[in-house]
């Protein structure tokens, strides 16, 4: 059975469920999100307990632009029951579970949606595109791809990755079995810290050690004061894009932090803990952090893996040894193309909303009413 459709979704991550949640509710607009997996699932392998969202729940999949539509957190936790439980925790950011459990439930809830549908061939006949699914065949003439980031690891750490050397990011991470395991953490961003925090507790059994490298001299915060929150605006982004490349670079270098820093509040709780461990308990588990160090190099000696460090203070080349290395090194980005807003969840309901007026051809949606930023370059 063949289908024609205005838009067709290529993956159901974050952004494609928010595309797919506002568009539902365009009347005369047909649209289709073919997902391979058999749920809605947002890096599961990292989804701890304590693992928080770095944004305001206010910047779900729909509110920005559409604050009545009946697919936001808000209307979540109506459903839910538990809307008055949630005001009274006072907060203003979720943990990541929630986040992801909301984006389940406004999955089931959506009639566009299609899980267990991998896409299996797409071709454009100069006219529209055609999809060949699991299930069957449809036409469009408007394509999304949102299959997910790409892991990035460095091409001399490509070829050892396995069971015991595996990026965060990977189900590896989150079969790994750490007890009794020399570990090695390479990345001091926010991956890195929740990687190092749950091991030391024992996520995945007790380790015998755990070496933490961060290529920063420090284990920086994230920024989140007011002005810089300006980077994350529609009309901050837009601006940013008339920029040339080499102004693009320059801008996005200077604002790393903004993005890529540790969550104050789980610097907090990391110090809290080593302070126990050490000053209290007196456990026994053998940690280090070293910061101004960039790996430059990684081998493998029998079971043993060896970690070569620039270590950027010294001037000096060090060893670090592990059975096990996780690497915490991030994912590839278009910041330097679209600036650091690109891959945060903070402005995907005002992309969604974009690409939605530029299909219908008309300002379907408000995205570019907003208030101009007080940050000008």
Known sequence: MTHNYDLIGIGIGPFNLSLAALSAGVAGLSTRFFEQKKQFEWHSELVFRDACMQTTFLKDLVTPVDPTSPY??????????????????????????????YCRWTSGE???????????????????????????????????????????????????IGVN????????????DLKGKRVVIVGGGQTGAEIFLNALRGQWGEAKSIRWISRRLNLESLDE???????????????FASLNQIQKDQIVAQQKLSSDG?????????????????????????????????????????????????????????????????????????RHSHGIAEPQISLMAWRSATILNDILKRDHFSAKDSSPAFIRH
Do not use: W
């Not at 008055?84 to 907060?91: K, M, P």
């Not at 050397?165 to 790994?176: E, G, L, Q």
């Not at 002005?227 to 982004?237: I, W």
């Open 225 to 239: 004061s007011t002005f810089v929150n300006d980077y994350f605006t529609p009309d901050y982004v837009n601006r």
């Open 72 to 101: 936001s957190f808000l209307n979540y936790l109506v459903q839910k029951k538990r809307f008055y439980a949630f005001l009274n925790t006072n907060r203003k950011t979720i943990t990541r579970a929630e986040f992801e459990d």
């Open 262 to 334: 540790i969550t104050p509040t789980y610097l907090e709780e990391i110090y809290r803990e080593l302070y126990l461990r050490t000053q209290v308990d007196a456990q026994s588990t053998d940690f280090e952090i070293v910061t101004g160090r960039e790996m430059v190099k990684l081998d493998k000696h029998g079971d043993e893996f060896d970690i070569t460090v620039r270590n950027d203070v010294r001037g000096e080349v060090e060893h670090y040894y592990g059975e096990v290395t996780i690497l915490a090194t991030g994912v590839n980005f278009g």
């Open 165 to 176: 050397c595996f990026h965060a990011k990977s189900n590896d991470c989150r079969n790994a």
């Open 110 to 160: 959506l009639p566009n949606t299609q899980f267990s549908s991998g896409v299996r061939e797409i071709t454009h006949d100069g006219k529209q595109f055609r999809v060949r699914t699991d299930n069957g065949e449809s036409f469009t003439t408007s394509l999304c791809v949102g299959t997910g980031l790409v892991q990035h690891i460095p091409e001399f750490a490509r070829d050892h």
